[in-house]
């Protein structure tokens, strides 16, 4: 059976124009993203991950090459993709139940079930009691969940995730990583995953695509994650290739860190 195949980077490559010159930041990026995946992209602070993200998002053009979904390059946001960012970006005067709402009002027609309520996709990770509290009130964990929420309220194909989890406290990510493994095992949505963290990348994905350092940085390895599924964070650490997939991924890491940035020649 040959996977489908709906995401795919083909020779994404960004460059900015900066004061000192035009910079580099992704060169030819190529990767292909089966349905219902879960692919982590691993690198070092600065590397271009989130630059890669934001395009798959639409939130800025490649310079070059791009993002095809199901054979169609697309350069614009749509509500096939939701995005959550490193820090919450909720509407402070608005509940978080009106917060969701409001994401739900904007995306109508994917959703299977209309009759679906904010409290459904709040109660999905986790924080329904929290509906009538404005953000500001919660937690970043919870404030988190909310916005987890309000990705998937808009029933995305694509759920794109940015280090959601990396201004957490430990006990609070480890917390989030749970729900959010949960909540794509019950409907295996193509998640696409920004991350710096290798045991968040061992635990959540099936395979890794490793950025090399900027400038310039592209694809340097995709390594697929062998442990079974469901995952349990126990069964995973003390799997036996647990050690070695992390010492692999931080070997990689490792060469590919403390390159200087330079600035290149258009
Ligand atoms: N708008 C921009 N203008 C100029 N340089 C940028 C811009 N956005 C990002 N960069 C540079 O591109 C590189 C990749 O950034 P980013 O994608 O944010 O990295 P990461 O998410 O891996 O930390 C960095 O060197 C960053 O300074
Ligand atoms: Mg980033």
């Known amino acids: 059976m040959t996977l489908r195949v709906p995401l795919e980077l083909t020779g994404l490559t960004k460059r900015f124009e900066t004061q000192a010159g035009p910079f580099v930041a992704v060169d030819n990026v190529n990767a292909r993203i089966g349905q ?66 409001l994401a739900m009002k904007q995306a109508p027609s994917r959703r299977s079930d209309p009759k679906a309520t904010p409290e459904h996709y709040l109660e999905l990770v986790g924080v329904a009691d929290c509906a009538a509290q404005l953000p ?88 697929t994650v062998p442990f079974p599924r469901p995952r349990e964070r126990t069964a995973v650490l003390e799997h036996p290739d647990y050690y070695a997939c992390h010492q692999r991924v931080l070997d990689f890491l490792k060469h590919h860190a403390h390159q200087s940035k330079v600035y290149v020649s258009a």
Not at 42 to 69: D, E, F, M, N, R
Not at 158 to 163: C, G, Q
């Open 36 to 101: 219902g995946e879960f692919v982590c992209i691993l690198g070092h602070s600065g590397c271009g991950k989130s630059t890669v993200l934001s395009i798959v998002a639409g939130l800025q053009p490649a310079t070059l090459g791009g993002v095809v979904i199901d054979g169609k390059q697309v350069d614009t946001p749509g509500s096939d993709r939701a995005v959550v960012f490193q820090t919450p970006c909720l509407l402070p005067w608005l509940t978080a139940r009106q917060n969701v709402l």
């Open 136 to 223: 500001g009130a919660l937690s970043l964990g919870t404030q988190q969940c909310v916005s987890l929420a309000r990705a998937l309220s808009v029933e995305p194909r694509f759920l794109l995730l940015d280090e959601p989890f990396s201004t957490l406290d430990s006990l609070t990510r480890f917390d989030l990583q749970d729900t959010l493994l949960q909540v794509w095992e019950r409907d295996r949505k193509t998640v696409l995953m920004v991350t710096h963290d290798v045991d968040e990348a061992l635990y959540l994905a099936d395979r890794l695509i490793l950025m090399t350092d900027g400038p310039a940085a592209t694809v340097g390895e995709i390594f």
